[in-house]
């Protein structure tokens, strides 16, 4: 197939970016034609909470990227619909993730429909974003209708896109490894690459730091004297999406300073893998999700993680498995860390990681979109 991907990529940086890339590599690889239309301005300055949209890091090869789409000027959007339409892909594929986004994807949409011959599908990271905002409803609305069929990377996202659609062909397929971070380096080298102490045990939250993460609620774990006692620290490693000044009182507050190592830039791609090699395990104890790519990277570093019992985090980490699913409760995650490494449960739980991981590969991701295309 001619298949065009609309969203984020080179040279934005994240985990928007790092999916379409990988997904159009995928679909390289089964021997399909693929362009990404991505942005020249992807959000206003004033509404980007970090430092900078854009990467550090070399182009990926061996890709088409063309930048022209601007994400809040209507002349653009339907300008960059009318040379879709003209192309023909067989395929558009938009990866949606805010409603923010849904006027200029839902327009380019209609425009490109209008050939007749382009499918429309829709990869969701989100229907109703974790923050709302007024008009997100309208605004999903928009981008629903025109749009043939979904892809949901949850079970809470299909059933918030049922709220809007009840009949549009939808499927559930869980997202894919992460595995373009490089080889999980030996544990020692990793710690000496990020000047740690190897005689520490260390718990990795990784990301943007933004409130629904639950970042709090990991420090007030942290307090427990338990986790003191059994010599375990916790590194922080994302760029701060906010003000820092709350988490960095907190952390002065519960007198955990030797404990935390602040990594708070944004982590290029070339120096993740460091950060999950040092890692016994990874925490995400968010208060609200849908999914998260920071599971897939644990996934492919064949990590424990432990994950909060929301969003769609609890359908891919099977508790007492590979790691722990907990309540969003300080308490009860303190205790499952405390039990992961004083019953030393690390071992057995990278054995079943490899196995389990096999379930999450980008062939399998591509198939759930040729379902949707079946239907």
Not at 1 to 26: D, H, Q, V
Not at 301 to 317: A, D, Q, R
Request: some cysteine; glycine content about 6%.
């Amino acid at each position: 197939m001619k298949i065009i991907i609309l969203g984020t990529a080179y040279p934005y940086r994240g985990g928007l970016s790092a999916f379409n890339e990988r997904l159009a590599y995928e679909f390289q690889n089964q021997g399909h034609e693929v362009e990404i239309y991505t942005f020249t301005h992807q959000y206003p300055n004033f509404l980007f909470p970090g430092k900078t949209q854009y990467s550090t890091e070399p182009a990926p090869e061996n890709l088409k990227i063309v930048r022209k789409v601007h994400s809040y000027s209507p002349f653009n959007w339907f300008k960059v619909g009318r040379e879709i339409k003209r192309k023909k892909p067989d395929l558009m594929i938009t990866k949606f993730w805010l409603p923010f986004m849904a006027p200029c994807f839902g327009t380019i949409a209609r425009i490109v429909r209008r050939n007749k011959h382009t499918r429309l599908v829709s990869i969701l990271d989100n229907v109703i974003p974790h923050e709302h905002r007024i008009g997100d409803k309208i605004f999903v609305r928009y981008f629903i209708r025109p749009t043939d069929g979904f892809v949901a990377m949850s079970k809470s996202v299909l059933a918030d896109l049922r709220l809007f659609t009840a009949d549009k062909p939808a499927v559930f397929s869980p997202h894919p490894l992460y595995d373009h971070y490089g080889e999980r380096l030996p544990r020692e080298m990793a710690l000496s690459l990020l000047n740690l102490n190897p005689d520490s045990h260390y718990v990795l939250f990784f990301g943007f730091i933004r409130g629904y993460k639950g970042l709090d609620l990991l420090l007030e774990a942290f307090a427990d004297k338990r986790l003191k006692a059994d010599g375990v620290k916790l590194i922080v490693a994302g760029e701060f999406y906010g003000d820092p000044e709350p988490y960095l009182k907190q952390i002065k507050d519960l007198q955990i300073e030797d404990r935390v190592v602040l990594c708070t830039d944004f982590i290029p791609d070339s120096e993740v893998n460091r950060y999950f090699s040092a890692a016994d395990i990874v925490a995400q104890p968010y208060k609200t999700a849908t999914q998260s790519g920071v599971t897939q990277i644990a996934f492919h570093f064949e990590k424990p993680m432990l994950v909060t019992n929301v969003g769609g985090l609890s359908e891919i980490v099977p508790d007492g498995k590979i790691g722990y699913v907990t309540e969003p409760d300080s308490k009860q995650i303190a205790d499952a860390l405390c039990k992961f490494f004083e019953e030393h449960h690390q071992e057995a739980f990278e054995k079943n990681i490899v196995e389990e991981k096999q379930k999450y590969a980008w062939s399998t991701f591509t198939d759930a979109i040729g379902n949707v295309l079946k239907k």
